[in-house]
Each structure stands twice: as structure tokens, then as C-alpha cells.
């Protein structure tokens, strides 16, 4: 049991639902209040998942695992990353400098990704499934 694939398996689910939010609604309407109650914290879930990401990536070259699961874990990192960013962008704006420069850029890669956030979230989704599923068997 590996805590910590666990605890990036749940973050990469939870962004992303978060990121494909009207998809999932619209296919399991049930999910519909569970998702209200975390968009409130969607720009934090963001920030934690971007963060973390980066550090499941410099983690994931000392794994060892099989091809098939290290592929999964490195576009689980990739999508969780993704919706993170997209998700909290809006608080990490808020932190940049005055520096206009450092702004437009960040703004201008929020609008080339923006249309791939759905595609993101659920490839985080899925694949955030699998490797909580993975963290939690014993090997």
C-alpha cells in the first residue's frame, strides 16, 4: 500500500471531475450536488494538484512498475497537471508580480489549453481511478 499514489489517485479524480464538471453532470446526474459542494475549492484543488504533479513526476522515475502502469501514471501526472493549472489559475494570477510579461504569457497558455480541460479531467479521472485502485493493492 503506497499512501502516496493513493493521495495523488484521490487528487486526480477530484480535479478531475472539477475540470470536466458538465460532462460528468450531464452523464451521472446524481454527482451533481457532490461536485457543488467543491467548486467553492476548485482554485485550491488546482494549485494542490499543479504541485503535486510536479512532485509524482520526479517521484515516478524512481518507480518501479510495469510499462503499462508507468504509462498511466505519467498521463495521469500530465492531465492532473493540466486540469490543475486550467482549475487554478486563477489563484496562481494572483500571486504573480506586477510583471505584465509573466501575465499575458500565463494567459496566453490558459487559452491553448482551455479547450482540452473536459479531455483533461476525464483522462485524470480514469486514470486517477487506476492508480488509486493500484496504490491501495498490495504487491
Not at 19 to 44: D, G, H, T
Not at 87 to 101: I, K, R, T, W
Not at 103 to 110: G, L, M, Q, S, W
Request: aromatic share 10%; net charge positive.
Amino acid at each position: 500500500m503506497s499512501l502516496s499514489l493513493i493521495v495523488f489517485g484521490l487528487l486526480a479524480c477530484i480535479a478531475g471531475a472539477l475540470a470536466a464538471a458538465n460532462f460528468v453532470i450531464e452523464k451521472l446526474p446524481n454527482s451533481k450536488a457532490y461536485i457543488e459542494k467543491m467548486i467553492p475549492y476548485q482554485a485550491i484543488v488546482g494549485v494542490v494538484a499543479m504541485i503535486l504533479s510536479v512532485l509524482k513526476l520526479l517521484d515516478a522515475f524512481t518507480m518501479k512498475a510495469d510499462y503499462f502502469t508507468l504509462l498511466i501514471q505519467f498521463s495521469c501526472i500530465a492531465s492532473t497537471a493540466i486540469a490543475g493549472f486550467l482549475l487554478g489559475f486563477p489563484m496562481v494570477q494572483q500571486f504573480m508580480a506586477n510583471d505584465e510579461s509573466s501575465k499575458a504569457k500565463a494567459e496566453n497558455v490558459r487559452k491553448k489549453l482551455s479547450p482540452y480541460q473536459v479531455i483533461a479531467g476525464l483522462v485524470a479521472l480514469g486514470t486517477g481511478a487506476y492508480i488509486l485502485i493500484y496504490g491501495v493493492i498490495p504487491k
